[in-house]
């Protein structure tokens, strides 16, 4: 007998869901997302009002099972600031990094980030609960995330912890999954991964999906699909926009609509970690962007072309770099980047060897 509310409303639409999921897609996937039932591991869920505040919906609200089971992310946690820190992700970005995990009968996979538990619940449903370890640094998430898996008839192995470190007790895996963003693969995930192994993980606005070559090293790329996630939890110093509007103005041709959208991407990769926003007017225009990294870098550029920075990096320095890189002639390929990882170097390259690239930051977590 089921442990949750289901109704013959709720089981057609999650029959549906599936279906349309796995449309010209991965068939083995099709009967995980037909028999795990999302609404347990998402009993309420977050949207946000015309006046960004955020409403929770639940079980018998209005439009709750419709909106659970459509193709679309939906927003779990948020912090005292009205924040979200935790999410059930988008189902066709969790099948289709599913699909580039590639699993077969009897590996072992270890996830970063459990978030609601769905994730690790089709991993248990596709492999066994026995084959499957998921970590998530927040305790209540997981204990949460424990309690629903029970309800589905699942019991992973789930731990509190930070994510970035595996746990090596469960070690070696064959497969890893991620579902926080990273700026480089953590060190812990390489050695704790068999021979041949796996990874799939978002970078930047992106998914990397890597293959073990030797004791620390991989190679990889980025899969087709454009991607963000929220990062691994961190407590930056937030942007002193204030001073750098003091600071001596310089000019650029690169129009701040460009970092939003044409070269948000590349720019993960060669600022990762970076933050960004905007200011419109009341047409909804954008008229100025900013970014910062959390080395206390910060730049702004206005719609007039001119350009304020100041920190440690000059930040639109680099803008301007990728913009001579990938002219407006150049069709920005997510999966035209490529990744290879050492013990000591984590490299993003476009296209052939040789071309332009771009080292992450340290892989300690």
Same mark, same amino acid.
């Given at each position: 007998?089921?442990?949750?509310?289901?109704?013959?409303?709720?089981?057609?639409?999650?029959?549906?869901?599936?279906?349309?999921?796995?449309?010209?897609?991965?068939?083995?996937?099709?009967?995980?997302?037909?028999?795990?039932?999302?609404?347990?591991?998402?009993?309420?869920?977050?949207?946000?009002?015309?006046?960004?505040?955020?409403?929770?919906?639940?079980?018998?609200?209005?439009?709750?099972?419709?909106?659970?089971?459509?193709?679309?992310?939906?927003?779990?946690?948020?912090?005292?600031?009205?924040?979200?820190?935790?999410?059930?992700?988008?189902?066709?970005?969790?099948?289709?990094?599913?699909?580039?995990?590639?699993?077969?009968?009897?590996?072992?996979?270890?996830?970063?980030?459990?978030?609601?538990?769905?994730?690790?619940?089709? !991993? +248990?449903?596709? @492999?066994?609960?026995?084959?499957?370890? /998921?970590?998530?640094? *927040?305790? &209540?998430? %997981?204990? =949460?995330?424990?309690?629903?898996?029970?309800?589905?008839?699942?019991?992973?192995?789930?731990?509190?912890?930070?994510?970035?470190?595996?746990?090596?007790?469960?070690?070696?895996?064959?497969?890893?999954?991620?579902?926080?963003?990273?700026?480089?693969?953590?060190?812990?995930?390489?050695?704790?991964?068999?021979?041949?192994?796996?990874?799939?993980?978002?970078?930047?606005?992106?998914?990397?999906?890597?293959?073990?070559?030797?004791?620390?090293?991989?190679?990889?790329?980025?899969?087709?699909?454009?991607?963000?996630?929220?990062?691994?939890?961190?407590?930056?110093?937030?942007?002193?926009?204030?001073?750098?509007?003091?600071?001596?103005?310089?000019?650029?041709?690169?129009?701040?609509?460009?970092?939003?959208?044409?070269?948000?991407?590349? !720019? +993960?990769?060669? @600022?990762?970690?970076?933050?960004?926003? /905007?200011?419109?007017? *009341?047409? &909804?225009? %954008?008229? =100025?962007?900013?970014?910062?990294?959390?080395?206390?870098?910060?730049?702004?550029?206005?719609?007039?072309?001119?350009?304020?920075?100041?920190?440690?990096?000059?930040?639109?320095?680099?803008?301007?770099?990728?913009?001579?890189?990938?002219?407006?002639?150049?069709?920005?390929?997510?999966?035209?980047?490529?990744?290879?990882?050492?013990?000591?170097?984590?490299?993003?390259?476009?296209?052939?060897?040789?071309?332009?690239?771009?080292?992450?930051?340290?892989?300690?977590?």
């Amino acid at each position: 007998m089921n442990h949750w509310p289901d109704t013959g409303v709720s089981a057609a639409l999650r029959q549906k869901y599936a279906t349309d999921l796995a449309l010209d897609r991965d068939g083995e996937w099709l009967q995980a997302f037909a028999d795990v039932p999302r609404h347990i591991f998402v009993p309420t869920f977050y949207t946000q009002s015309t006046d960004m505040s955020w409403q929770p919906v639940t079980w018998g609200d209005g439009g709750y099972l419709e909106a659970v089971y459509r193709d679309a992310a939906l927003t779990t946690q948020l912090d005292e600031r009205g924040v979200p820190t935790s999410s059930s992700s988008q189902p066709s970005l969790m099948l289709t990094m599913l699909e580039a995990l590639d699993v077969r009968d009897g590996h072992r996979v270890f996830e970063l980030g459990t978030g609601t538990g769905y994730n690790a619940a089709l !991993l +248990s449903h596709r @492999l066994g609960e026995g084959h499957v370890t /998921s970590v998530d640094v *927040d305790p &209540g998430l %997981v204990a =949460a995330a424990i309690s629903r898996l029970r309800q589905a008839g699942h019991r992973p192995t789930l731990a509190a912890g930070d994510g970035a470190l595996g746990y090596a007790r469960r070690a070696p895996y064959d497969r890893l999954i991620a579902t926080a963003g990273l700026q480089a693969v953590p060190a812990a995930l390489l050695e704790q991964a068999a021979d041949d192994a796996v990874m799939v993980a978002p970078l930047g606005y992106g998914i990397i999906r890597a293959q073990v070559t030797g004791p620390g090293h991989a190679t990889g790329r980025f899969l087709p699909t454009p991607a963000h996630f929220m990062a691994l939890r961190t407590s930056p110093a937030p942007p002193d926009l204030d001073a750098v509007r003091h600071e001596r103005p310089g000019s650029t041709s690169v129009a701040p609509q460009g970092v939003l959208e044409r070269l948000k991407f590349p !720019l +993960s990769i060669a @600022l990762p970690g970076y933050t960004s926003c /905007s200011w419109k007017d *009341d047409r &909804g225009e %954008v008229t =100025a962007v900013g970014l910062w990294t959390a080395d206390g870098s910060v730049a702004t550029v206005d719609s007039t072309g001119t350009v304020r920075q100041s920190g440690p990096r000059r930040l639109w320095d680099s803008v301007e770099k990728l913009a001579a890189t990938f002219t407006e002639d150049i069709e920005i390929a997510h999966d035209d980047f490529r990744v290879a990882i050492t013990p000591t170097r984590q490299t993003v390259t476009y296209r052939e060897p040789g071309g332009p690239s771009w080292h992450l930051p340290s892989a300690s977590r």
